[in-house]
């Protein structure tokens, strides 16, 4: 009797023991997970900054000459935001048709 009492005292030592080498390992990959998660986020922040901004003041490590000649000369549609060029002659977006 007592040396079943004392297995069964052992075993239950051993579930407390791998229960809480569980919840550890589960903080840890929690933790270990949501960095991956930040870091490929912020990635695709960053693509999606360096497509949009490509030609922008932006750019930091850019020197002047990587801005286009008169990139800021853009009329933008109010609507759609739609970009025509400075010489666009026409006096409502051909994309939406609001005025300009
Ligand atoms: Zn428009």
Redesign the pocket.
């Known amino acids: 009797m007592n040396d079943i009492g004392s297995m069964i005292g052992i075993l239950i030592i051993i579930l407390v023991i791998l229960f809480g080498i569980f919840m550890l390992m589960r903080e840890v990959m929690c933790w270990y997970w949501k960095i991956n998660e930040a870091v490929s986020l912020l990635k695709s922040i960053d693509n999606k900054l360096s497509r949009n901004s490509s030609n922008s003041v932006f750019d930091q490590t850019g020197t002047s000459s990587s801005i286009p000649v008169g990139s800021t000369n853009y009329k933008k549609?109010?609507?759609?935001?739609?970009l025509y060029e400075a010489s666009f002659t026409g006096e409502?977006?051909?994309?939406?048709?609001?005025k300009?």
């Open positions: 549609c109010s609507q759609c935001s739609k409502f977006c051909d994309q939406c048709g609001a300009l």
